[in-house]
């Protein structure tokens, strides 16, 4: 079974603190998504990377595709950062549907 | 910036009616896509849809599900015979391939009673 999972699912953090979020999958994979999920449901893409490393404000995503590895970083968080982040992988036995994580619930604390 | 809209945001049904949530992907993007979270679960594939036919389908999709393409704009997710397990977010998707950014729309919200 395809497996992609993520650590922790549950994350505390207090505002200002440097925030590490991990995705492992157990197969080879073409391509990688984190995703924001606010409370209300709504699903934003935060990156797309097969390699290396991508940046976008204080959000930070990077690959090791030869330890199957994916983190997302947040520096200096915030409370609006406050979300499940979604891991997603494109698994290369698997044609162009998405594997999911289960998410890791970020509460970030004023 | 383009997006994904699907409508209605939050529908509620009675068992055993039919269903049809809609969604307009973004305008250049070819691949389609619905995926379904169950509260409190993951996000699953249902389903992918390109050159108006279905590329990829998951375990879920059964016959009771069904998808169009009506026109040029619209890609709708129809459930024949509604059951109370599908209730749950059901999220649109488009993209410009398989290994390009992913838009997902806002979720249409499936409360079955």
């Known amino acids: 079974k395809n497996e992609v999972e993520q650590s922790p699912q549950n994350l505390t953090a207090q505002e200002g603190e440097f925030i590490t979020i991990n995705c492992s999958y157990s197969v080879g994979i073409s391509a990688l998504h984190w995703l924001q999920q606010h409370p209300g449901g709504g699903i934003v893409s935060l990156f797309m990377?097969?390699?290396g490393k991508k940046k976008h404000g204080r959000l930070i995503a990077t690959i090791n595709i030869q330890e199957k590895h994916s983190s997302l970083h947040i520096t200096a968080s915030h409370p609006r950062d406050s979300a499940v982040y979604i891991c997603?992988?494109?698994?290369?036995?698997?044609?162009?549907?998405?594997?999911f994580g289960t998410g890791t619930s970020l509460t970030v604390i004023p | 910036e383009p997006e994904v809209t699907q409508t209605p945001s939050h529908q509620v049904t009675q068992m055993g009616q039919e269903v049809i949530l809609r969604c307009v992907p973004i305008?250049?993007?070819?691949?389609f896509y619905w995926y379904r979270q169950i509260l409190g679960q993951k996000v699953e594939f249902l389903v992918s849809f390109y050159n108006n036919e279905i590329s990829e389908k998951s375990e879920i999709f059964d016959d009771q599900f069904s998808v169009e393409r009506p026109d040029g704009s619209n890609f709708t997710l129809k459930i024949r015979s509604t059951k109370l397990e599908d209730s749950a977010m059901y999220f649109c998707a488009s993209s410009a391939g398989p290994r390009y950014g992913y838009t997902f729309g806002s979720g249409t919200r499936l409360t079955v009673v």
């Open positions: 997603a992988a494109l698994l290369t036995n698997t044609g162009n549907q998405f594997y």
């Open positions: 305008s250049n993007h070819l691949y």
């Open positions: 990377l097969s390699s």
